[in-house]
């Protein structure tokens, strides 16, 4: 399922982006996909709490792996890989000056899970709100 939320200012994010939650339930496959060809700019973990991955102060709350993606152009995303009441565990492949591919695998989160994905002011997102979303299949937006 996916919630969208324009972010105006936060400790995390910047100006004018939108945030593109996307929650995973036990049920779903939690292999964390790349959303652009890049560079990984960082990787930054952050300790937090377990609330449900569904709750809006887990983006803010809970443990959590964001990962700074730079694409060929310049242009810069985040992808935060959020553990959820069930999982406590969060893998990331990325490494900071690693170059990924579109689809290519960033890492996974075990069971009940949510993946935020920042993108900058101006992108164009392609899905709504309470849409299922597949890795590696649905087009999320594009970077304009």
Known sequence: MVSIKKIESSGISERGETRISVFLSPLDVHIN???????????????????????????????????????????????????GVLARRIVCYAKPGDRFERGQKLGMIMFGSRVDLFVPAGSRVDVVQGQKVKAGLSVIGRLL
Do not use: H, M, W
């Open 33 to 83: 996909r790349s959303p652009i060809r890049g560079s990984i700019e960082g990787v930054k973990y952050q300790k937090g709490r377990f609330f449900a991955a569904f709750r809006e102060e887990a983006s803010t709350s809970n443990e959590r792996n964001e990962i700074g993606i730079v694409d060929p152009n310049g242009q810069r995303l985040r992808v935060a890989q959020i553990a």
